[in-house]
């Protein structure tokens, strides 16, 4: 998951207390050009008053001295006075940013940081929110696919399990019926004698109709061929005999023989 960076913009809180800081400097940079204008004043009259005081006599120098004390009370009272300003001006100045920062309304100190951090925690929590999501989706996601793997490999399963049960049924019917036949459960015996007529198909065969049996139950045994006299052996033998189907068993012999044949049978189907 991505990390969490988010600045918060404090640039309107730094503004407003610059501006605080601003009103404070020029504030005291007045107080301090007044106070300099008046030490100048002050030292100028002094430097006046020294003069006359050299150039009159003693009870001249006298009253130049007290207009001369005169004026420096005055210009310390009015050097107080400015501390005071100035001084009341700074408290006015401290307790108006101290009344700034603890005020709740718009545009205040509070509301501007308030603000700021809101909006970085809001938009802190929707990226975690969205990274959470996505990576519930991404995990999701895998899950389905793992299930529908599962599915697949199941189905597979039991697709090769039914074949193997059906293979395994079946073969299992197959040694049952195998079996019954051998230990001589005869459902029931038909014998008879069939005729090859001469004909020059190829092979030579006679259709013969028996009463219907379980092919998949049922042997033929052929008992011996015959022909008409002088003949061959080879032209009476019988090569094969075989189900057509339930009812119709057909017996051949080579072709272009030219005599009739004669077969012995015997049909046995078993339980």
């Not at 005599?259 to 012995?264: F, K």
């Amino acid at each position: 998951m991505a990390k969490i960076s988010q600045k918060i913009d404090l640039s309107p809180v730094i503004n407003e207390i610059n501006d605080n800081e601003l009103d404070i400097s020029t504030e005291h940079q007045l107080t301090r050009d007044n106070l300099t204008a008046t030490r100048t004043s002050l030292e100028t009259k002094q430097d006046q008053a020294q003069a006359a005081i050299e150039g009159t006599t003693t009870s001249e120098g006298g009253a130049t001295r007290t207009a001369v004390n005169a004026a420096r009370d005055s210009v310390n009272a009015n050097i107080d006075s400015e501390h005071n300003s100035t001084r009341t001006t700074v408290n006015n100045a401290r307790d108006n940013v101290k009344a700034e920062i603890v005020r709740q309304t718009g545009g205040s100190l509070y509301a501007l940081l308030y603000n700021a951090l809101s909006n970085a925690i809001n938009a802190a929590r929707d990226n975690i929110k969205s990274h959470v999501t996505a990576a519930k989706d991404t995990v999701w996601a895998k899950v389905d696919a793992t299930q529908a793997a599962v599915n697949n490999v199941n189905s597979n399963v039991d697709a090769e399990a039914n074949s193997v049960r059906s293979t395994v049924n079946s073969a299992r019917d197959n040694v049952k019926s195998h079996v019954t036949a051998l230990r001589g459960g005869v459902k029931s015996i038909q014998r008879g004698e069939a005729e090859i007529p001469l004909n020059s198909g190829t092979p030579q065969y006679v259709d013969v109709s028996i009463s219907a049996v379980n092919t998949a139950k049922t042997s033929i045994v052929l008992q011996g061929s015959t022909s008409q006299d002088g003949e061959s052996a080879d032209d009476s033998r019988i090569h094969r005999g075989f189900f057509l189907n339930a009812s119709t068993v057909r017996f051949e012999r080579k072709a272009g023989r030219s005599t009739r044949a004669y077969v012995g049978y015997e049909i046995i189907e078993y339980y």
